[in-house]
């Protein structure tokens, strides 16, 4: 069963910067294309970032210029580096495989990102 550990989440002021990680534990790692999404109260979950098994990269377009996806195959780790942090970006943000996800189970804790002055 896959396990996705999501951290470095925490309280920044606007134009700020943070950078999230996800351990991804229990699948081969570097075939899988990932992606990091998050979801602030009342509202739906969305897709932030993606990333193919080959470091092709997608982003929503609020997050683009400003968040770059990335990964370490030898680390099974996905990262976010999030810049320019807008009160808009307060969220949970999770991890996950794209375009399906490894179900409901799946889901990690997520990490709290909350961008207030």
């Known amino acids: 069963q896959v396990r996705l550990v999501e951290s470095g989440g925490g309280l920044v002021q606007p134009g700020g910067s943070l950078k999230l990680s996800c351990a991804v534990f229990?699948?081969?790692?570097?075939?899988?294309?990932m992606a990091w999404y998050r979801q602030a109260p009342g509202k739906q979950r969305e897709l932030v970032a993606r990333i193919s098994m080959v470091e092709d990269t997608n982003y929503a377009e609020s997050v683009k210029g400003r968040f770059t996806i990335s990964r370490d195959n030898a680390k099974n780790t996905v990262y976010l580096q999030m810049n320019t942090l807008k009160p808009e970006d307060t969220a949970v943000y999770y991890c996950?495989?794209?375009?399906?996800?490894?179900?409901?189970?799946?889901w990690g804790q997520g990490t709290q990102v909350t961008v207030s002055s």
């Open positions: 229990g699948t081969r790692f570097s075939i899988q294309n």
């Open positions: 996950n495989r794209w375009p399906t996800d490894w179900g409901s189970d799946s």
